[in-house]
């Protein structure tokens, strides 16, 4: 059960106190206060964890304070929406918001090869008005005999390149808790010249111990990739522990399902299920057209199928993409054959500018006519 409080309730509030006293009527409830920092205002909730069939929805109700009352039937409570008309609150972080309404380009290699690429990808963002990106440091291979990324080593120079040319924040993958502490110290160590945003990839969908470290901070949002072979039910599930240990600030990531039906595809794209996400969590989502497509095919009108596959995400509502491009893709240490270019990435941004204006378009058409209808 959630309880949602007013907005003048704070922590020291009287009404707070009555309703924990109420709440002590009925023992092995465990009782947690959430805050979520909204734009207009924080929004405070109550989850109360363990046996709630006997605490009295129409009493909490009325009580003073609570604005009202959620009764959770889902198992992922915290990242769960429960109704349609809960408020779906995002994050800031760096100065970039990250909602269920924005949307967000998070383009770069795969993984952190030379200074002189990584310089060039942050330029060719920056020249774009994009301050997000991607790279890994920690690369998780099919094969040990693959580049397994830079390590800690990297980190140093790619932040301060990051500082140099205003990104704000880069989504960069983590395989174990010493990574977590290892961006922390260099991020520390350099002033913070960035920001990064801690990326658990398909491989360690249910790792549920690294997912409860990357909750157990509340440092670094987290961006949550759905398991190659998990349904949404069991990915939501995972995803949970992560908010389960403290940390909201989540993106759940959609990246395709490992398939034969996706054949020629590297995955078969998952984005259809944006708008599933949106309706069953509150959290913003992501698509990943690189990985569900792997390659780098056009249609006969000259669109690669990455560009049509992150456009069904947008069209859609999508809130980030995870994109990959390289200043030599051919010259890539890793997924070279599915990144960018800088003059295709160009081409890219100004194609999802189009696809999101249709989004709004058809969104906006949408509610009108529902107004009409309800006032007819
Ligand atoms: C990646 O984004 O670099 C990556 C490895 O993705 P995934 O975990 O989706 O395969
Ligand atoms: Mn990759």
């Known amino acids: 059960m959630i309880l949602i409080l007013k907005p003048e309730v704070d922590k020291e509030s009287p009404e707070l106190k009555w309703i924990y006293e109420f709440l002590e009527n009925f ?14 205002r924080t929004v405070r909730e109550i989850h109360l964890i363990g046996p709630t069939h006997n605490v009295p929805e129409e009493v909490l109700a009325k009580m003073p304070g609570i604005e009202r009352v959620v009764r959770v039937s889902t198992k992922y409570r915290q990242i769960g929406r429960h109704d349609v008309s809960f408020v779906p609150v ?85 395989l174990k808790e010493r990574h977590i502490e290892e961006i922390h110290k260099v991020l520390e160590d350099a002033g913070k010249p960035t920001g990064v945003m801690l990326q658990i990839g398909t491989r360690n969908a249910q790792n549920f111990e690294l997912l409860k470290e990357v909750g157990n901070q509340k440092e670094f949002p987290v961006l949550y ?15 949970e522990y992560i908010a389960s240990e403290g940390n909201r600030n989540i993106v759940f990531c959609l990246r395709g399902v490992k398939s034969q039906l996706g054949s020629p595809h590297r995955n078969l794209a998952d984005f259809v299920h944006v708008p599933v996400i949106h309706r069953l969590t ?33 069209i859609a509502g999508a809130n980030m993409i995870l994109l990959e491009c390289h200043p030599e893709p051919k010259r890539a240490l890793c997924d070279g054959h599915q990144s960018l270019t800088p003059f295709e990435l160009e081409l890219f941004v100004k194609d999802m500018a189009i696809v999101r204006k249709a989004f709004e378009e058809r969104v906006n058409a949408f509610s009108q006519e529902m107004v009409k209808e309800m006032v007819s």
Request: proline share 6%; aromatic share 10%.
């Open 225 to 239: 990739k759905r398991g190659m072979g998990l349904t949404i039910e069991e990915s939501l599930n995972a995803c």
């Open 27 to 40: 023992p092995g409830i465990n009782v947690r206060l959430m805050e979520l920092q909204g734009e207009t």
């Open 90 to 174: 995002g994050f800031t972080y760096n100065g970039i918001k990250f909602d269920q309404e924005s949307l967000h380009i998070f383009a770069g290699p795969c993984a952190v090869d030379t200074p002189e690429y990584v310089e060039e990808t942050f330029k060719v963002l920056k020249e774009l008005g994009i301050a997000t990106s991607r790279m890994g440091a920690y690369k998780p291979r099919t094969s040990p005999y693959d580049f397994q990324g830079h390590g800690a080593k990297c980190l140093p120079w790619v932040f301060e390149l990051a500082g140099k040319y205003g990104i704000k924040v880069i989504a960069m993958e983590v």
């Open 282 to 314: 509150r959290l913003p989502v992501c698509v990943d057209p690189s990985h569900a497509v792997g390659s780098k095919e056009k249609a006969p009108n000259g669109l690669f199928d990455i560009f049509n596959a992150a456009a069904q995400g947008v």
